[in-house]
Structure formats: structure tokens, C-alpha cells
């Protein structure tokens, strides 16, 4: 079955530890994004990237990067420097490409939790 | 900028109630619109969606409008079960460039038996 997996589900870490979430799709899609949700709040966008090897910052980037070396795999770290790391990351794919929407596809997500 | 706004939760209801989850929208032009569904544990789904005025999204007996002369995307259902209980976002992407899902907070949404 094609879709977008992240692992691992929870996630615990120590403050002033960095970490990597994982977000793998096999759907053939050459646009990943990367969301941050929070209670009560929307989804916002932390990256995206439209095409291997390249990748724009989203609305709040900062304390975050990214890298995009497969089509089918974009990791995100949190560094030390986010200053509230502990949210819920979910990740999307979608194709990409101007004009109609592109839906996206979004994997279940990963909890962080920083002690 | 670009934002949608959806009225707070929890909603409470009963099986077999009629539902209407409101959402408005600021946009400079002509947005998409979207309902996405999220349920417990898991990442989002998208539920319906409308791309121009006066088109109506439906799924799995939901349904939105999209209104240009009120900026609304309201949905509704006509008979909730305990299977719809999930968090209801609403969204918009601007139909230009990088086409960027801007979501509502969300409301959560509990269908008693």
C-alpha cells in the first residue's frame, strides 16, 4: 500500500538535545512538507520541499532544519534551539507543481515530548 | 495576510444529530477550500474540498458551500454517528505559485451514543 510513514510515534528527549524525525512516503510524490501542531492551534508549516535536493523554510523555521537527498525521505531535526520543541509533527507529500491543487497526503505523525 | 477562522469546540452532540461546524475565511483573492479531518491519534485526512464560488465539497455525508459573498465554508452533516468524533480543521491555499494550506485551530467535534 502506498502512503507516508513517521517514526517513531512518541518521542522523548532531554532538553538541549537534538533530534530527527523520520517521514518516508512511497507514493512517487516530489513535494514534502513539514507541520507543526499544537493545542488549540492550527497546523503550521515548519519546511517544504518541491524537488530532491532543495527545500524552503515554512512560516517557523527557526530551530529546525531539514534535508532532502531522496525523493522518498524527508527527516526533520530539532535542534537545541527551538525553544518549545514539545509538539505533535506531522508530515505531508503531495505532487507538486502550480495551477490546481495538489492535495496532501499526510503520514500519523509523531508526538515529541522534551523533559 | 490569508486566514480562516472557525468557531471553538468541543461540540457535543448525539447520535443522529444534525451538525454545522462554522468557517470563515480572509483571503486577497480567490482561495481553494478545504475541510480536513483528523482522528484521534492519527494525522489528517482531507474531507472535502470546493475550488471556486457557489461549488458544494460533499464526502461520506458532509457537506460545505463556498460562499464568496459571506467568505464561509460551513460544514455540515445531516446525521452524526460516534464514528465522526475527530477534530475538523478548515484550510484555504491561494491558487498561485507554492500552494500553501493555510488551517483554521480547529474544532473537535464528540457524537454521543
Known amino acids: 500500500d502506498g502512503g507516508i510513514t513517521q517514526s517513531p510515534k512518541y518521542l522523548f528527549r532531554k532538553e538541549g538535545q537534538n533530534v530527527t524525525l523520520s517521514c518516508e512516503q512511497n507514493?512517487?510524490?516530489?513535494?514534502m512538507y513539514w507541520y507543526r501542531q499544537d493545542p488549540g492551534q492550527g497546523l503550521r508549516l515548519i519546511y517544504y520541499?518541491?524537488?530532491?535536493?532543495?527545500?524552503q523554510k515554512g512560516d517557523i523555521a527557526e530551530g529546525y532544519s531539514v534535508s532532502r537527498e531522496k525523493k522518498e525521505s524527508f527527516p526533520l531535526t530539532v535542534t537545541s534551539a527551538q525553544k518549545n520543541p514539545t509538539a505533535f509533527y506531522l508530515c505531508a507529500s503531495s505532487v507538486a507543481g502550480a495551477g490546481n491543487y495538489n492535495e496532501q497526503f499526510f503520514g500519523p505523525g509523531t508526538r515529541l515530548t522534551v523533559l | 495576510g490569508d486566514s480562516v477562522t472557525q468557531m471553538e469546540g468541543p461540540v457535543t452532540l448525539s447520535e443522529e444529530a444534525f451538525l454545522t461546524i462554522n468557517c470563515t475565511y480572509t483571503a486577497t483573492g480567490y482561495p481553494s477550500l478545504f475541510w480536513y479531518v483528523q482522528y484521534p491519534g492519527e494525522g489528517l485526512q482531507l474531507l472535502l474540498k470546493?475550488?471556486?464560488?457557489?461549488d458544494k465539497g460533499s464526502n461520506k455525508g458532509f457537506e460545505a458551500t463556498y460562499r464568496k459573498e459571506t467568505t464561509s465554508f460551513h460544514l455540515e452533516k445531516g446525521s452524526v454517528q460516534v464514528s465522526d468524533s475527530a477534530v475538523y480543521f478548515c484550510?484555504?491555499?491561494?491558487?498561485?505559485?507554492?500552494?500553501?494550506?493555510?488551517f483554521g485551530t480547529g474544532t473537535r467535534l464528540l457524537v454521543s451514543p
Open positions: 484550510a484555504l491555499t491561494m491558487n498561485t505559485g507554492f500552494q500553501k494550506l493555510v
Open positions: 470546493a475550488t471556486k464560488a457557489d
Open positions: 507514493l512517487n510524490h516530489d513535494a
Open positions: 520541499s518541491q524537488i530532491v535536493n532543495d527545500f
